[in-house]
């Protein structure tokens, strides 16, 4: 379990859904074409769903046709952190909110320019927040 020093298990547990516990702090995954965000198009940035910390923007979010919001680069250098994962007879590259750990979802070379990078992020993972214009 990635450690983390905002909250204890305790009080994410207590914070948070059932569902987002599991994905977000047990490294789950929801099921395809089932999130909130998959298909969502307005203009703003998606937050960590468990500390706030705005992690993508929707100017990078692309259709991967996965069933999953899909990103081609995090807000900054700063906001995702990158981690190999070995799980589940596979080597991927995990996608975790740097400020908290909370797992948000994988990271592979098969996205669009101008990075080819596609962060596969779990919609339980993200809060959505609309740009104030
Ligand atoms: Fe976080």
């Known amino acids: ?6 909250r204890t298990d305790a009080q994410w547990r207590a914070e948070l ?3 987002q516990y599991r994905i977000l702090r047990e ?11 998959w298909d969502h198009h307005e ?16 100017r990078t979010k692309f259709d991967s046709g996965t069933g999953w919001p899909s990103f081609y680069q995090a807000l900054n250098a700063d906001a995702v952190a990158e981690k190999t994962d070995s799980t ?4 991927r590259v995990e996608a975790l909110c740097r400020r908290c750990g909370s797992h948000l979802g994988h990271v592979f070379p098969d996205g669009p320019a101008p990075t080819g ?10 809060r959505f927040q609309k740009n104030q214009d």
Not at 27 to 37: D, I, L, M, V
Not at 88 to 91: E, S
Request: proline fraction near 6%; glycine fraction near 10%.
């Open 117 to 126: 990078m596609r962060y596969c992020i779990n919609s339980a993972s993200l």
């Open 43 to 58: 203009v703003g940035e998606y937050c960590c769903a468990a500390c706030g910390e705005p992690l993508f923007s929707s």
């Open 1 to 6: 379990m990635t450690v983390d020093n905002t």
């Open 88 to 91: 589940h007879g596979m080597v």
């Open 27 to 37: 490294h789950g995954t929801e099921p395809a074409f089932t999130g909130e965000y």
């Open 17 to 19: 859904s059932p569902e």
